[in-house]
């Protein structure tokens, strides 16, 4: 299963994809997301999904594939050490030719990994002086960022890294 909003789930199983239909007592049931299917399956609370209608679509496996690797993008991108782009090569790993084909390109799908991190980690700006926590200011590279801070009436902050003062 997988997250697709704050309260429903969408179910893959057996290369099907399912959206919420409803829930009655201890179990969830699902409808095929193909309009105009009558596949059904239902998924009780001990786990088990049982297919409680056939479907009339041919399932598609490529589509299958595409998702679990967006939903795999969409998790490795709240992993703030690794790199968008290391975060889009490991999500890519193993991937079929044609399932990479029916991706976005891979500076699209970076992108969309630096967006996904702007917007879950906004920041408010500092508006004066003493709004600044100076400790552990990392860059990118997990280099330390703050070199000095003098922490007092007058305050004095320098960023830099040792390699920036080493360019110079």
């Given at each position: 299963m997988?997250?697709v ?6 179910l893959?199983?057996e ?8 829930k ?8 095929c ?7 059904r399956?239902?998924?009780?609370d ?5 297919v409680?209608?056939?479907h ?39 991937i ?19 967006q996904?991190?702007s ?6 700006e ?5 709004d ?13 960022f ?5 922490k ?5 902050i ?6 920036n003062?080493?360019?110079?």
């Amino acid at each position: 299963m997988a997250k697709v909003n704050k309260s429903h789930a969408k179910l893959f199983n057996e290369n099907y994809t399912y959206r919420y239909n409803c829930k009655c007592k201890n179990t969830v049931y699902y409808k095929c997301v193909i309009s105009g299917c009558t596949g059904r399956a239902a998924v009780y609370d001990s786990g088990f999904i049982k297919v409680t209608k056939e479907h009339d679509c041919i399932p598609s496996v490529i589509d299958q594939s595409v998702k679990k690797v967006k939903e795999k993008l969409k998790e490795q991108s709240n992993d703030i050490y690794a790199t968008p782009y290391e975060v889009v090569t490991d999500s890519l790993k193993g991937i079929n030719l044609n399932i990479r084909g029916s991706l976005r390109t891979e500076q699209s799908l970076i992108r969309s990994v630096r967006q996904r991190r702007s917007r879950k980690n906004k920041r408010r700006e500092p508006t004066e002086l003493s709004d600044i926590n100076s400790e552990n200011i990392m860059t990118s590279r997990n280099e330390n960022f703050c070199l000095f801070d003098s922490k007092d009436e007058n305050r004095i902050i320098i960023f830099a890294t040792q390699e920036n003062l080493k360019a110079c």
